[in-house]
């Protein structure tokens, strides 16, 4: 089958990689690079990077919403397009631009979870199980009829990014099953009553509320780990933070009850959260023990004060 393929993050990747392996990709397409630092570096997408790799054409258009992009994407007179991850919307040409279609492969089980962060959310909220969709794209935010379901569970610790890894590895494995029986499939129209919306993640949503409930913010900090990653401020600093554990605790929301031996900090309800892995501004993350070698929490006081 020829496939142009769409991806930008490191989600991409692997489903970029499988389609190389099974059919012929004769275009990606993938977000402009941007620009960096004093020396005004140019970085390429981790989907650009492969495409390059595999001597693919790369295409990094700022729209797709006029008749000359449409043009160019015709001209690959491609089967079918492939999308993982993107992050520009397709008009309704493109999706009438190939054959077979657009297909979308999408970290969570639709209808749950439209939008940008499903796999964050689906671990900020609680949910025990993720996986990926495999959908016909439609105008609609990820409202297409899905082709196929894959279920990965969420397991007690398991963070954003190891969610992320896992899915994306399990998205490219059932996009290329979906692929080798696609004429055979029949799409399955989403529940509308169903569905939820993964908001994009924003940084202000990463300070730490220690008047919320212990398990949300356990939640919270699991899903933002290791990405964007949740904080608080201490005496005008931030610290970021990877892990925690809810222990027995009761003191003031947000008071460090220990910061001497352990970082144990007052949350609601008489719990309290133990830091495990921590990072100072301008230090690498850290276990809260190396922290602590050369840095004391002073008891008493209250963080994001």
């Known amino acids: 089958m020829k496939i142009v393929f769409m991806g ?11 389609l190389i392996e099974q059919h ?20 390429k997408t981790p989907v650009h990077l ?32 492939i999308v993982a991850a993107y992050g520009l919307l397709l008009p309704q040409t493109v999706l009438d631009a190939f054959p077979k279609g657009c297909i979308n492969v ?8 439209r939008g940008a962060a499903p796999i964050q959310r689906a671990i900020e909220a609680g949910d025990i199980q993720s996986g990926i969709s495999i959908m ?39 996009l290329l099953q979906t692929l080798d029986r696609f004429d055979e499939i029949a799409p399955i129209k989403q529940n509308e009553a ?31 780990s290791p990405y964007p990653a949740t904080y608080f401020t201490y005496k005008g600093e931030r610290f970021k933070i990877y892990q925690a554990t809810i222990v027995e605790g009761n003191g003031e929301t947000g008071e460090i009850l220990d910061g001497h031996n352990n970082l144990i900090i007052a949350v609601a ?6 830091i495990k892995k921590i990072q100072r501004e301008g230090k690498h993350p850290m276990n809260i023990e190396d922290l602590l070698r050369g840095f004391v929490f002073n008891e008493g006081e209250r963080l994001n004060s």
């Open 8 to 18: 930008t993050p490191d989600f991409s990747v692997p489903v970029l990689k499988a």
């Open 24 to 43: 012929e990709v004769v275009a990606v397409y993938t977000r402009a690079p941007k620009e960096s630092g004093r020396g005004k570096k140019i970085n």
């Open 50 to 81: 492969l495409a390059e790799e595999a001597g693919i054409p790369v295409h990094t258009p700022r729209t797709l919403k006029n008749d000359e992009e449409l043009a160019i994407l015709k001209s690959f007179r491609a089967d079918i397009a």
């Open 106 to 113: 999408h970290a969570s089980l639709l209808p749950r979870w």
């Open 136 to 174: 016909k794209m439609a105008l609609a935010l990820d409202a297409g009829d899905v082709l196929s379901t894959a279920v990965v569970p969420i397991t007690d610790g398991m963070t954003g990014g190891d969610l992320h890894d896992e899915l994306s590895n399990v998205g490219a494995a059932l």
């Open 194 to 224: 169903l569905v939820t919306y993964a908001e994009k993640l924003d940084k202000a949503e990463c300070l730490l509320d220690f008047g919320m409930d212990a398990t949300a913010l356990i939640n919270k900090i699991r899903a933002f």
């Open 269 to 274: 309800h008489n719990k309290a959260l133990q």
